[in-house]
């Protein structure tokens, strides 16, 4: 499964993703692309997405994009405060669906 982290995803986390062939939003020259479409770009080379951003499930809808998309609800960005939602989030990905929006966390 190809996996693309999202721009509000610290870099750092990319390696706890490492059994899902996980690529940044920067790895992928990615940066200054936007929501919707992100998700369409992302739709042809990605399985699904990973993101903190709250906004991405509305993105998925009015974009049509055909990709799973799993949001990681924690109280902020930073390697520590995501890292008890990472197990939860791998689940998330081994079963997400392309269009389905999973969000794991608090």
């Known amino acids: 499964m190809r996996v693309l982290l999202d721009e509000c995803v610290p870099i750092q ?4 993703f490492a059994e899902f062939d996980a690529r940044t939003v920067r790895d ?9 479409a992100l998700l369409l770009r992302a739709a042809e080379e990605f399985d ?34 995501l890292a008890p939602y990472l197990p939860a989030a791998k689940d998330a990905l081994r079963r997400v669906q392309a269009g389905q929006f999973i969000a ?3």
Not at 13 to 16: A, D, G, S, T, Y
Not at 28 to 36: A, H, P
Not at 58 to 79: C, D, E, F, K
């Open 104 to 106: 794991v966390g608090g």
């Open 28 to 36: 992928m020259g990615w940066r200054t692309i936007k929501n919707g």
């Open 48 to 81: 699904a997405v990973v993101t903190v951003d709250v906004g991405l499930d509305t993105s998925l809808v009015q974009s049509g994009a055909q990709i799973g998309v799993v949001l990681i609800r924690a109280r902020g960005t930073s390697p520590k405060l």
């Open 13 to 16: 986390l990319k390696w706890e």
